[in-house]
């Protein structure tokens, strides 16, 4: 690390926002995606600005209606026990458990893992499943960025440069769905997925409603809504037809975790697996 | 750049200047000569510099000594107390979890903060919880069972409306774990 890195700690969200003018100046939250890039020499932030004494950034809360707002400083280690979270956005919950390990999760956060958009990043899966708003502040105001368009590509999302994630927002029509994260690496703690997919559907709504998303299978976390539609109209019967359509919607690349065609023949068996499951 | 740091060390107030990119670990061995927690591979992946702060358990190698001013950390030192052992400590011993010894105040540590949380943790319990603890000797089996033995004994002294053991099983740090 270089010897003149400067570090602030802001207290309010307008403060830490200011200090980004600075060219150089890099925002830390867990700093599990930042510190180890900073070491490797793949970022080089003059200075870092630690957002996690802004208290308003540390919140759990409902939201009018019926949805959570997450933090963006909650560690991901607080969302996957939190009684709304376990009872109404399950998906997250399983999604959540599956980053890193205990130890790691007490720093590492929701907003660290969108604003870092690997195409492995897990909890993504189930903020695309779950219709998720990512709230930012700037100079220039406060907006609210669909999830479906926050991830552009590897390391690349939808932030303008000083935009500031204040909290990511589960809104309440999401509430319910039901599902697991089946979700493949080369050892069960401390390693990216190798293929990640989430499969859920909703709970008492007539028709149910489905949801698939992928990680790591494609430039950016996926999700397939041609899939969810097709287990919509025909059940959990359609599980194999689905699971060929996800094996050609999917985009993988071979890297050291696994082969592309391993990837996709993966995705085929999990969302049919998944599927299955839910029948 | 240097900034002055104050935060409490295994109950300790420090005050001390550091590096900013100096990390926790670094701090805490080569500044207050806690050589206990271990740097294995400096980038989260083995939890040989596990520590409490703020009573969670985190992998210092990953935290920058400036962002831990104010805060409480508790080491693998800071366990046993007056040269009495903590019943995890004492348990590793007797469940030969020790060969090398290099993951073991990391394992222990990460042990401490689970069972504060699960006094009666199951099997899967444990392996979760350990499983950002890398060893390279022992198989697990017996990290494992000496975490169990240790649980055992620690709700056992709790029960009995607490001694020394039951004590140094709640690290003071934990006591007090903040939202
Ligand atoms: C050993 C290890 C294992 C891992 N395993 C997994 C895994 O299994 N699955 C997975 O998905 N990830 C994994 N990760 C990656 C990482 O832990 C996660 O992506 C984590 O959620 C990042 O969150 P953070 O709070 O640490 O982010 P930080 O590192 O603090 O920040 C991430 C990036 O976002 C920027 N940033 C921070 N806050 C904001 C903000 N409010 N607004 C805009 N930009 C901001 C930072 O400048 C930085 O570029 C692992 C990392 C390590 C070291
Ligand atoms: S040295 Fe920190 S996790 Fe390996
Ligand atoms: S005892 Fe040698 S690494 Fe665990």
């Given at each position: 690390m270089p010897s003149d890195l400067d570090f602030l700690s802001p207290t309010s969200v307008d403060e830490a926002i200011a200090l980004k003018a600075v060219p150089g100046t890099a925002w830390l939250l867990g700093g599990t995606d930042l510190l180890p890039q900073m070491r490797a020499g793949r970022k080089a932030p003059g200075r870092l600005v630690d957002l996690k004494r802004i208290p308003g950034l540390h919140e759990i809360r409902e939201v009018a209606d019926g949805g959570l707002s997450i933090g963006a400083a909650v560690p991901l280690a607080d969302v996957e026990v939190h009684p709304d979270v376990l009872d109404r956005f399950p998906l997250l919950a399983e999604c959540a458990k599956t980053v890193g390990a205990w130890p790691l999760r007490q720093r590492a956060t929701l907003a660290g893992n969108l604003c870092n958009?690997?195409?492995?990043?897990?909890t993504a899966v189930a903020l695309l499943a779950l219709e998720a708003e990512v709230e930012v502040a700037s100079t220039v105001g406060r907006r609210t960025i669909p999830i479906r368009e926050f991830f552009l590509g590897p390391g690349l999302s939808a932030l303008e440069p000083g935009e500031l994630v204040t909290a990511v927002v589960l809104p309440g029509a999401s509430a319910g769905f039901r599902g697991s994260y089946l979700r493949l690496s080369r050892r069960k703690g401390m390693d990216l997925a190798t293929v990640g997919v989430l499969v859920g559907k909703s709970n008492g709504t007539l028709p149910a409603r489905w949801r698939v998303a992928l990680a790591a299978v494609a430039p950016t976390p996926l999700r397939l809504r041609a899939v969810e539609e097709l287990l919509e109209a025909k059940g959990a019967a359609a599980a194999s037809e689905a699971a060929e359509a996800a094996r050609l919607a999917c985009r993988p690349i071979t890297d050291l975790r696994g082969s592309a065609e391993y990837r996709r023949e993966m995705v085929g068996v999990l969302v049919r697996r998944g599927a299955l499951s839910l029948g | 750049m240097k900034k002055t740091i104050t935060l409490e060390v295994n109950g300790v107030p420090e005050t001390a200047e550091v590096e900013v990119g100096t990390t926790l670990l670094r701090f805490l061995r080569d500044g207050l000569d806690l050589t206990g927690a271990k740097e294995g591979c400096n980038e989260g992946e083995c939890g040989s510099c596990m520590v409490l702060l703020d009573g969670r358990p985190v992998n210092s190698c990953l935290v920058l000594a400036v962002e831990a001013s104010g805060r409480r950390v508790t080491t693998i030192e800071g366990l046993s107390k007056d040269d009495v052992l903590h019943p995890l400590q004492k348990a590793f011993l007797s469940h030969a979890?020790?060969?090398?010894?290099?993951c073991t105040p990391g394992m222990i540590v990460s042990a401490a903060a689970l069972l504060r949380e699960?006094?009666?943790?199951s099997e899967d319990d444990v392996r979760k919880a350990l499983a950002g603890n890398l060893c390279r000797?022992?198989?697990y089996r017996q990290i494992v069972d000496a975490v169990h033995s240790a649980a055992a004994e620690m709700r056992a002294a709790a029960s009995v409306g607490g001694n020394g053991n039951a004590d140094a099983g709640k690290p003071a740090a934990c006591e007090e774990v903040t939202a």
């Open positions: 958009a690997s195409p492995a990043a897990d | 979890a020790i060969q090398c010894g290099f699960k006094p009666e943790p000797c022992t198989g």
